[in-house]
């Protein structure tokens, strides 16, 4: 484990080329005046509107793909060059292979048009890999011991959500979203063959949705904010009546606060999130514990039912240089805890998390990060993205 993180921090120095400083023996002065030049650079691009891309390759590792090998790249850019009120557009995009034999792809799309007036994100996953499914709830997630005759399947999970925010009145939004989804299980193990939702949803795995969706948003900066407040309230309907295979709701309310605490940079985020499922809801559709985005360090799908809620505090710190300019190098630290069951009565048993984690601001408020977390028993795990979690 620590020669993993140890491979996944050189390649973050490769990408903010300190280590190429280093090997053409330049002096400390030179190295800066390096970084100097590019932060201008790249701050000038910014401020001009223009297209910056941030490439990437290396290591990683997190509970359910194990060790992986994935390259990717960082775009932004703004949707209008005249447009001084929009956010830059965001695109991180990441593909890769896992020891496991696990293929994955992502691309998290946060766009703002119309002097952000309209924003247009969208959600796109794929991921081909060998995976372990312990079953619906609490019990089981704790329980049942992972391994290939009580656990291992295969999976395909393929999902398209883009979603629409017009905005009002300043800080307010309202929208639609849809949702295309499709998980598909083979080469089981018996155990897994034989569990009631298994067995009546992994023939039916396509879903489609349309939902809508209200927004209160006065971040400073959506996808890196260091102050203000975020409330999104949205109802999804699935059905055959839009073409999907399974009929189901989910609701969702996520609300997430940001504190300055002393310098820029230097933040107190809060986030808790709630997802609601109703009705015939396949396994790959329950709400779900341990991705990138919550409670990092658990095995993503071991802790899964109709509902959920989970809270995380999470301080953010920019180092300052000696001359008083912010830094590229940050740390956060994060406490969470999150609880699964059919319904929000029946929540008894939280799971607690932990972790710590290093920042590169590679472009303008936008970073690469490595996070380690931790949960209950042995649960742990790196993680390799950009920008914050949430």
Known sequence: MKQKLILSLLVIFLISGNIQAEESNDSTQQKMSWIKRWQMNTKKKEQEGKFLITPFVGPGYTPELGFSL???????????????????????????????????????????????????????????????????????????????TTTYYKRLWVQFNPQAFWQFKKGYFAGAALD?????????????????????????????????????DTRDIPVNAWKGTYVLAQAMFYGKYVGGQNNYQVYTIDARHYWQVHKPGQTLAFEVKGRFAKNDVPYGEMSQLGTPFDLRGYLWGQYRDKSMIFGIAEYRHSFYKSDGTRSIHGLVGWLGGGSIAPNVGEMKHWLPNGGIGYRLEVQPRMTLRLDFGVGQGNSKGFYFNFNEAF
């Open 70 to 148: 994935a390259g990717g790249a960082l775009l932004s850019f703004k949707t209008k060059h005249s447009d001084m009120i929009s956010p830059r557009t965001s695109v991180p995009v990441t593909f890769g292979w896992s020891t496991k034999g696990a293929l994955f792809g992502s691309a998290i799309i946060s766009s703002y048009w119309m002097e952000d007036k309209l924003r247009v994100n969208a959600n796109i996953w794929f991921k081909d890999m060998p995976d372990n499914y312990f079953g619906i709830g609490y019990d089981n997630g704790k329980n049942v011991p992972k391994s290939d």
């Open 180 to 216: 295309l989804n499709y998980t598909k299980g083979r080469d089981a193990c018996e155990q897994v063959m034989e569990d009631d939702n298994y067995k009546v949803f992994n023939d039916k795995p396509f879903n489609t949705g349309l939902g809508i969706h209200g927004l209160i």
